[in-house]
T-cell receptor, first 116, second 111 residues
């Protein structure tokens, strides 16, 4: 199966700082990448969809200026949580899909963010 | 509004039994169907995909699709304690849209 990596796997930061999370497709070109957030014992929540070379499409209620997404290449997307606050502490998971009509989404291992 | 419904569980089955997980979806034009497994604290892992009516078997897993009834199921034969996880049903519709996920069914296999 296709492999998606994320870095870092966990991060602890102080309130007010920014954190960047990287998502890479290792063995395929990801035309589309998705960012999810999951709080403990809750469902996956889609934050945004990004297509390579285009601006991300954010879901309702997700602040685009707070969660900056860059999908600069077919193998890399980044999510930057700006001015992080304790309520941003969560499990952030990226997912990638290749183009050409493929519809299977492969998930990265996730990044656990803790904001102190 | 596209919806995918799953019983949240927990579904408890004894070791060695068959676990049956069910999912219904609202959008009739849905064309691709997926089952993901998510262990606590981990990200979802794809275990099955199905595109046509009928059954698809892969090892101990069988996915069943009935488009007329808008129903997808996953059977796990010879359930093991290591199968204890949350199982997510996901559905795709035509176009470059994200999968629509159900909230998941928590399965507990009792040794």
């Amino acid at each position: 199966g296709a492999v998606v990596s994320q870095h870092p796997s966990w991060v602890i930061c102080k309130s007010g700082t920014s954190v960047k999370i990287e998502c890479r497709s290792l063995d395929f070109q990801a035309t589309t990448m998705f960012w999810y957030r999951q709080f403990p014992k809750q469902s996956l929540m889609l934050m945004a969809t990004s297509n390579e070379g285009s601006k991300a499409t954010y879901e309702q209620g997700v602040e685009k200026d707070k969660f900056l997404i860059n999908h600069a290449s077919l193998t890399l997307s980044t999510l930057t949580v700006t001015s992080a606050h304790p309520e941003d502490s969560s499990f952030y998971i990226c997912s990638a899909r290749s183009g050409g009509g493929a519809d299977t989404q492969y998930f990265g291992p996730g990044t656990r963010l803790t904001v102190l | 509004q596209k919806e995918v419904e799953q019983n949240s569980g927990p579904l408890s089955v004894p070791e060695g039994a068959i676990a049956s997980l069910n999912c219904t979806y609202s959008d009739r034009v849905s064309q691709s169907f997926f089952w993901y497994r998510q262990y606590s604290g981990k990200s979802p892992e794809l275990i099955m995909s199905i595109y046509s009516n009928g059954d698809k078997e892969d090892g101990r897993f069988t996915a069943q699709l009935n488009k007329a009834s808008q129903y997808v199921s996953l059977l796990i034969r010879d359930s093991q304690p290591s199968d204890s996880a949350t199982y997510l049903c996901a559905v795709n519709t035509p176009g470059n849209t994200p999968l629509v996920f159900g909230k998941g069914t928590r399965l507990s296999v009792i040794a």
